[in-house]
């Protein structure tokens, strides 16, 4: 295997500078139509609740994970198409996705 074969481009006096590699479009997995909200337990006693199952592409999914945090009043984030929101928010988080016309079920124990 060359030097060639392993190499990615990132510069380039031809092409006037910088080269951006083109990043494929992720695509939300497969899910069976259900809304799951669990509990996860973060290290030092702090939890976070965790909706997967949400059929939306991702910058949906960004706009829907603000707005839920915003109605929770906490903070959280997007991560492989799940929407993580700091805190025992399930309850709040049911009844918002249940008014946006998600089927929702509460996962875990």
């Given at each position: 295997?060359?030097?060639?074969e392993?190499?990615?481009?990132?510069?380039?006096?031809?092409?006037?500078?910088?080269?951006?590699?083109?990043?494929?479009?992720?695509?939300?997995?497969?899910?069976?139509?259900?809304?799951?909200?669990?509990?996860?337990?973060?290290?030092g006693?702090?939890?976070?609740?965790v909706?997967?199952?949400?059929?939306?592409?991702?910058?949906?999914?960004?706009?829907?994970?603000r707005?839920l945090k915003?109605?929770?009043?906490?903070?959280?984030?997007?991560?492989?198409?799940?929407?993580?929101?700091?805190?025992?928010?399930?309850?709040?988080?049911?009844?918002?996705?249940?008014?946006?016309?998600?089927?929702?079920?509460?996962?875990?124990?």
């Amino acid at each position: 295997m060359g030097i060639e074969e392993r190499s990615t481009l990132v510069y380039s006096t031809a092409l006037g500078g910088r080269v951006k590699e083109e990043k494929p479009k992720a695509t939300p997995p497969k899910g069976d139509g259900v809304v799951r909200i669990q509990l996860k337990r973060l290290g030092g006693g702090k939890m976070a609740s965790v909706v997967t199952g949400v059929p939306l592409e991702e910058d949906e999914l960004k706009q829907l994970g603000r707005e839920l945090k915003q109605k929770c009043g906490v903070g959280g984030s997007v991560k492989d198409f799940n929407i993580e929101i700091q805190g025992d928010k399930r309850n709040v988080l049911k009844t918002e996705l249940e008014k946006r016309g998600y089927t929702v079920k509460l996962a875990g124990g």
